[in-house]
Every structure is written in C-alpha cells, then in structure tokens.
C-alpha cells in the first residue's frame, strides 16, 4: 500500500510563493495522476488540478490557471506543488493525491496535509 | 465546470440506523464517474467509493453507492460509531474535478 509524506507546514507573506512536496513509499507516481487538494479551516474540498507525468497531461483549476504548477520532481518518487502570487485567501491545508487506475480523477491514497498559512 | 450540490447539510441519525445522503449534478456525469470520501476530523479524506458503485479497498459493505446521470446516492446501513463524520462526492468525469460541498452525519 503506497504512503504519501508531505513536507512541513509553511508560513508564507503576501505575493510570495510556496512549494510543497509531497514523496511516495511503497509506490510510485508513474501510471498514475499526481492530484491537489485544499482545504481552507473549516471549509470543504477543492480540487485544484492534476497532472499526468507520463501522457504529459495536465489540467488546473480556472482559479489558479498562470500561478500553480504541479508536477514530479527530479528526486524519485516526489511529486510537487507550486503556488504562487500568494494571498491570504491561499491560508488553507493542501494535500497530495494518487489517482486512481487508468489515470482515473478519483483518489485512493493521500498525504497527510501541508498546512500553509499566508500572512503579513 | 460542474457544480455538485449534497443534501442535507446535516444528518442527524443513530448508531444502527441507514443514513442515506445525496448529491445532484449541475450536469451529466457520464461514466459514472463519481467518488465518495469520508473525512473525520484532523484526517485526510477517505476514499470509500469510485465508478458510483464500487467500494474502495477495505471498505466495508455496509456502504454502497448508487446513481446515474445528475442524482447519486451514498447509502450506509447499519450506522456503527466511527461512520460519524464528514462525506463528500466527487465527480472525475470533466476537469475540474469538483467536490460537493459535503454533508455532516452526527450522532442524533
């Protein structure tokens, strides 16, 4: 069974950026989606996009088009998420998620969250 | 994008009971292609079913997912006491890949 471990909790200022990585145990990301999540405190889910590393494919919220990358990073088995031009709105818990079989949007297996607070 | 609304906002039921929680689509989801998690409080969502109707590994049979086109429903019988938390859909079948908005099953 696949573990995601996330990197630790950030403090982050308005109009900086945040990289939040998110590394697989007992699996891998390839043949599978690379998915982000937040949550803002006492919010819902939102579903911020996705990327397919091996079919080059990606797809991102309209909220975040032009400030948020996600992809697999150089160190094996590590995924990433980089979101920029960051506001207080971004204050929110942010997970990593494997897709499921045959690229599928859903998600099986999740990090245990990154919380990134935006302040002044 | 499509927009999935869940219903109640609240459930309040008992330990035993069947707790029964929908969720519309603005929206066909064709494929079927529509996921439950279950989130409980400081935890990562849960994925419980996937394809609407297909229960995730290790998901007890107690939860069973139904539906088709906009109207999908989240059936779990029997309530035992860890099944208390928050449950939100999903729909994968056009980017992005909303989440509704979630519905809270309490302890009546």
């Known amino acids: 069974q696949v573990q995601l471990v996330q990197s630790g909790t950030e403090v982050k200022t308005p109009g900086s950026a945040v990289r939040v990585s998110c590394k697989a145990s007992?699996?891998?990301?390839?043949?599978?989606?690379i998915i982000w999540v937040r949550q803002a405190p006492g919010q819902g889910l939102e579903w911020m996009g996705r990327?397919?590393?091996?079919?080059?494919?990606?797809n991102y919220a309209q909220k975040f088009q032009g400030r948020l990358t996600i992809g697999a990073d150089r160190s094996p088995n590590t995924a990433y998420m980089e979101l920029r031009s960051l506001t207080s709105e971004d204050t929110a818990l942010y997970y990593c998620a494997r897709g499921g079989l045959d690229f599928r949007g859903y998600a099986p297996n999740w990090g245990q969250g990154t919380l990134v607070t935006v302040s002044s | 994008e499509i927009v999935l609304t869940q219903s109640p906002g609240t459930l309040s039921m008992s330990p035993g009971e069947r707790a029964t929680l929908s969720c519309r689509a603005s929206?066909?989801?064709?494929?079927?292609?529509l996921a439950w998690y279950q989130q409980k409080p400081g935890q990562a969502p849960r994925l419980l079913i996937f394809?609407?109707?297909t229960r995730a590994t290790g998901i007890p049979d107690r939860f069973s997912g139904s539906g088709s086109g906009t109207d999908f429903t989240l059936t779990i019988n029997r309530l035992e006491p860890e099944d208390f938390a928050v449950y939100f859909c999903q729909q994968y079948y056009r980017s992005p890949y909303t989440f509704g908005q979630g519905t809270k099953l309490e302890i009546k």
């Open positions: 007992g699996g891998t990301f390839n043949n599978y989606a």
């Open positions: 929206q066909s989801v064709s494929g079927d292609f």
């Open positions: 990327v397919i590393p091996m079919l080059g494919l990606e």
């Open positions: 394809e609407t109707s």
